[in-house]
């Protein structure tokens, strides 16, 4: 299991990853990752979109832009956290994930919530 964190302007977001042996095959390893973003602030925010930086153990680096996260974009009110679980496949035993949410305030302003580098790491793995 991999941790990180990260704030951008009073919000948190935590990621925890692990592999996923039920979902994987001979040549594809799957981690699933949990995500909790918190609002530390005293502004409502809501998450538009997400970009994500993968990378796996022989430097392959692939971008995911969509929007929202899991077919939702949520709301996320001061105090409050919204989580949930996705899954990442790699054609490798060990890889990195990392990148930012864009985040809009009932202000009005944008900014991008980082998400710092967790690693997917198949149990024994070694890199």
Request: proline share 6%.
């Amino acid at each position: 299991m991999s941790t990180s964190q990260a704030t951008t302007r009073d919000i948190c977001v935590q990621v925890e990853s692990r592999f996923s042996p039920e979902h994987s095959d001979p040549s594809r390893w799957f981690f699933l990752y949990t995500v909790r973003i918190s609002n530390e602030g005293s502004e409502t925010v809501q998450l538009i979109s997400r970009h994500w930086i993968i990378r796996d153990a022989t430097g392959r680096v692939e971008e995911v832009r969509g929007e929202g996260v899991v077919g939702k974009q949520p709301t996320i009110e001061p105090g409050e956290s919204f989580e949930y679980t996705s899954g990442c496949p790699l054609p490798t035993p060990f890889g990195t994930m990392e990148g930012t949410y864009q985040m809009v305030s009932t202000g009005g302003s944008q900014f991008e919530a980082e998400i710092a580098e967790f690693v997917l790491r198949e149990p024994g793995a070694i890199h």
